[in-house]
């Protein structure tokens, strides 16, 4: 059970249990976090994965080149830490496109034979 839920489940105005003895006996958590409210993303985080969404149809821009691109070409204020803490939380990874090497491949026109 997450902490969201215990926190749901705690009755205020209970006639016999006071705050104090449900969070220490039902559900084992500090009466401090009875209070704490999550702040959520700011509104500028939150148009910064817009637009990222709106960039990657395929991801292939990694944390660093979305930086420069959020930068310099649309003109926001960013740090590659934001970038990459967004990257996290859409679960976004990057998919590296590159051609295989075929240097374990055979060219058939490099065969040798030795004139004796």
């Not at 039902?26 to 959520?40: A, D, H, Q, V």
């Not at 051609?99 to 491949?105: E, F, G, H, P, R």
């Amino acid at each position: 059970m997450s902490s969201t839920q215990k926190r749901q489940k705690v009755v205020k105005s209970h006639p016999k249990l006071s705050l104090n003895k449900q969070c220490k006996l039902l559900l084992e958590i500090n009466r401090s976090g009875l209070y704490y409210k999550t702040k959520g993303e700011s509104l500028l985080s939150l148009t910064l994965m817009k637009e990222i969404n709106k960039h990657l149809a395929p991801p292939c821009y990694g944390v660093e080149r979305m930086t420069d691109y959020l930068k310099l070409d649309l003109g926001y204020n960013v740090n590659i830490k934001r970038i990459r803490r967004l990257y996290r939380l859409m679960r976004l990874q990057t998919i590296y496109i590159y051609m295989k090497s075929k240097t374990t491949i055979r060219d058939e026109t490099s065969i040798y034979t030795l004139i004796y």
